[in-house]
């Protein structure tokens, strides 16, 4: 018999809890009866059999997400062009004056709709696409004129938000607005200015209160956290927060989030980008600690067969970070090419069942073996925070149950 599970010692070390990452099931019991033999930890699943590989359990609900059919996903880049050059843009040095054009956007069109059979969900990306809003209701109108069911949302760095755009919104579906600060004005204005040096802050929340105003669209405010602003992040917020809050119709069309600031370009100033550890220790909530340990982690939109980016040469890529590096390209959307050999190399290569590290990994379920674009980079699996911290976690989930009852 083996044990598959973490024990963690309670209440001045006279018990343990004990946690499976495999069933997701939580128990406590006296330190004595911690042995192979006691019949809740075997009944519990805490306790098998020496072959049986509880990987395989995971491993098939993997799969099984890998290859379920979702409706059609696609990312598409009205334009490879930007108003603005913030220092970390994972697309520096692939920026140019490319647009897409309306042959380009029949193709697209085409496209979504041989393939969005089951309905699609479309995200408007660049660049920054508001330079080329008119792609955008150019093939939104072609696709609700043909029945498409689909929904859409934008990703902008938010300085661009003409009136009449703005009053096409909800005609035009787009459920969401995803616009990104960087910390307070002084903060943000040092990193997010247009090549005049102007900085951008207070334009920015101009439009984001105008969508709220005069749109039923959410408005998702990310923060871009370094070591810089981390510390500000809450106090911002709540400014921000206040000054939109005579907008907002209800707390529903709001929604203030953060990320962090990756080093993927080695940018100057890159040495403020925060260590994951760090962004997990900052917000992480010690009162839900559940969120973290009662789901499995499956594949990402990468590795899905319904996913696709388009840049607006016509290229197509599997991930957002790939978009105006044609190197790593799985065809051409207005060729009508997709390479099967690449699509199948994106989805099925690197799997975290293949690496012996991540076989004997406990948190592997809560894991999914990490990102594939930085398996691809880095040549190995890159560990979460979660990894580091699961003793904390489950101790807090022990101790909120408790709470509970």
């Given at each position: 018999?083996?044990?598959?599970?973490?024990?963690?010692?309670?209440?001045?070390?006279?018990?343990?809890?004990?946690?499976?990452t495999?069933?997701?099931?939580?128990i406590?019991?006296h330190r004595?009866?911690?042995?192979?033999?006691?019949?809740?930890?075997?009944?519990?699943?805490f306790?098998?059999?020496?072959?049986?590989d509880?990987?395989?359990?995971?491993?098939n609900y993997?799969?099984?997400?890998?290859y379920?059919?979702?409706?059609?996903?696609v990312?598409?880049s009205?334009?490879?062009?930007?108003?603005?050059?913030c220092?970390?843009?994972?697309?520096?040095g692939?920026?140019?004056d490319?647009?897409?054009?309306?042959?380009g956007c029949?193709?697209?069109?085409?496209?979504v709709k041989?393939?969005?059979k089951?309905?699609?969900?479309?995200?408007?990306?660049?660049?920054?696409?508001?330079?080329?809003?008119?792609?955008?209701?150019?093939?939104?109108?072609a696709?609700?004129?043909e029945?498409?069911?689909?929904?859409?949302?934008?990703?902008?760095?938010?300085?661009?938000?003409?009136?009449?755009f703005v009053?096409q919104?909800d005609?035009?579906?787009?459920?969401s607005?995803q616009?990104t600060l960087?910390?307070?004005?002084?903060s943000?204005?040092?990193?997010?200015?247009?090549?005049?040096?102007?900085?951008?802050?207070?334009?920015?929340?101009?439009?984001?209160?105008n969508?709220?105003?005069?749109?039923?669209?959410?408005?998702?405010?990310?923060?871009?956290l370094d070591?810089e602003?981390?510390?500000?992040?809450?106090?911002?917020?709540?400014e921000?927060?206040?000054?939109?809050?005579?907008?907002?119709?209800?707390?529903?069309?709001?929604?203030?989030?953060h990320?962090?600031?990756?080093?993927?370009?080695?940018?100057?100033?890159?040495t403020?980008?925060?260590?994951?550890?760090?962004?997990f220790?900052f917000?992480?909530?010690?009162?839900?600690?559940?969120?973290?340990?009662?789901?499995f982690?499956?594949p990402?939109?990468?590795?899905q067969?319904?996913?696709?980016v388009?840049?607006?040469?016509?290229?197509?890529?599997?991930?957002?970070?790939?978009?105006?590096?044609?190197s790593?390209s799985?065809?051409?959307?207005f060729?009508?090419?997709l390479?099967?050999?690449?699509?199948s190399q994106?989805k099925?290569?690197?799997?975290?069942?293949e690496a012996?590290?991540?076989?004997?990994?406990?948190v592997?379920p809560?894991?999914?073996?990490?990102?594939?674009?930085?398996?691809?980079?880095?040549?190995?699996?890159?560990?979460?925070?979660?990894?580091?911290?699961?003793?904390?976690?489950?101790r807090?989930?022990y101790?909120?149950?408790?709470?509970m009852?």
């Open positions: 018999m083996k044990f598959s599970i973490y024990n963690i010692p309670v209440d001045d070390g006279e018990y343990v809890i004990v946690y499976n495999i069933n997701q099931s939580l406590r019991i004595g009866d911690y042995v192979v033999d006691n019949d809740k930890l075997i009944k519990g699943g306790v098998v059999e020496d072959d049986c509880e990987v395989l359990l995971y491993e993997y799969l099984k997400q890998l379920k059919e979702y409706a059609l996903n990312t598409i009205t334009t490879l062009d930007c108003n603005l050059h220092p970390y843009c994972f697309e520096e692939h920026k140019r490319v647009y897409l054009s309306k042959e029949d193709k697209i069109i085409t496209f041989t393939k969005g089951k309905g699609a969900r479309i995200i408007w990306f660049g660049g920054e696409p508001m330079l080329n809003h008119k792609a955008i209701s150019y093939i939104t109108k696709l609700i004129k029945g498409i069911n689909f929904n859409s949302s934008i990703i902008s760095n938010g300085t661009i938000m003409p009136e009449d009053r919104i005609s035009l579906k787009i459920g607005v616009v960087d910390g307070n004005e002084f943000h204005n040092r990193k997010r200015f247009f090549a005049s040096q102007q900085g951008t802050y207070r334009i920015i929340l101009k439009n984001i209160r969508l709220l105003e005069n749109t039923n669209a959410k408005v998702i405010i990310k923060f871009n070591t602003n981390i510390n500000s992040y809450l106090r911002t917020k709540r921000v927060e206040d000054y939109l809050r005579a907008s907002l119709i209800n707390e529903s069309h709001l929604e203030i989030t990320n962090l600031v990756r080093n993927i370009t080695d940018f100057e100033g890159s403020a980008c925060l260590a994951d550890d760090e962004n220790d917000f992480y909530n010690e009162t839900e600690p559940g969120n973290l340990l009662t789901s982690m499956g990402c939109a990468y590795r067969e319904n996913t696709f388009f840049s607006p040469d016509g290229a197509v890529h599997k991930c957002l970070q790939q978009v105006g590096d044609n790593d799985i065809g051409n959307v060729q009508s090419t390479n099967l050999k690449r699509l994106w099925l290569s690197n799997l975290p069942f012996e590290d991540c076989r004997k990994c406990r592997l809560l894991c999914g073996g990490g990102c594939p674009i930085d398996i691809l980079k880095n040549g190995h699996h890159k560990c979460p925070p979660i990894k580091r911290r699961i003793e904390k976690v489950v807090d989930y101790n909120v149950i408790k709470g009852k």
